[in-house]
């Protein structure tokens, strides 16, 4: 009882649980509250297998998500963070005691394991909390954000039983990026390579632009594909879009390189913001360079 009572304070002061499939639940948190990020909402995915569950990043982590992923499910659980990003490592660190293994690609292991900076965090929540839309026992306590220790997880597959969790290796946005493929389901969750609804970020220096090409043209190549679930905003996208968001890329990285993109708005980290064809993208200055 108290468990289910610390789940609906979350859900209504914060987060959101949305059932998508059997065995699958989106856990989603609004991003949009903590800053200008170009996008809403941050999404994370639990799948239950037979045997095992699997959450897929793991978002900001404010308040009880340890209790949401527990009532939803009892199973041993596996973490996996599809990039160091704090947007969706946060809840990681919340749930490290919980889970059987926490894992990242060697690419980000040592950015999770030195932490980042937390207190902008708490004082961008702090007007939350005013606004009485956030419990003030919910605010992230020092050190939320800390070190997390990681185990390597390059290309594997693990065994939920039942469903199969294929963990890809996708780079572009990130060096250690990666995506996960459900089967026999043909679940895709490529994080934030491939997403509808708000802007793609490009333009920071880890970003690479011919990397991110190419693993969309690995995750355009896989079989069996029925549903994209991207790490911000929209979700349940048919697999087409990949196809369509290729061939945004490809002109918004020709449009950045001759200097039709705008300024990216405050809190965009810089760079130069290209929409085109439903997509956002923020690209670095030079646009079409290899970084």
Known sequence: MEE????????????????LE???????????????????WVNAFLVEGERRALLFDSGIGVGDLEA???FLVAKPLTVVVSHAHWDHAGGARRLAARAEAVRAHPAEAARLAAGEADGWLRRALEAEVRRGRLPA????????LG???????????????GRRALLLHTPGHTPGGLSLLVEPDGWLFPSDLAYRGGLLWLQEAEADLDAYARSLDRLRA?????????????????????????????????RAARGAGRPGRRGEAGGVRVEVDGFG???????AGGR
């Open 4 to 19: 289910s009572g610390r789940v609906a304070r979350w859900l209504t002061s914060w987060g959101v649980v949305e059932p």
């Open 22 to 40: 059997r065995g699958l639940w989106r856990i989603a948190e609004p991003i949009g509250r903590t800053g200008e990020w170009g996008v809403d």
């Open 68 to 70: 949401v992923v527990g």
């Open 137 to 144: 026992g919910d605010l992230p306590a020092p050190g939320h």
């Open 147 to 161: 070190p997390l220790r990681t185990l390597a997880a390059g290309e594997e597959t693990i065994d939920l039983g």
């Open 222 to 254: 896989l079989g069996g594909l029925r549903a994209l679930f991207g790490g911000h905003d929209l979700v349940a996208q048919p697999p087409r879009m990949l196809e369509e968001l290729r061939a945004a890329f490809e002109k918004a990285r020709e």
């Open 281 to 287: 993208f923020l690209l670095p200055e030079e646009g």
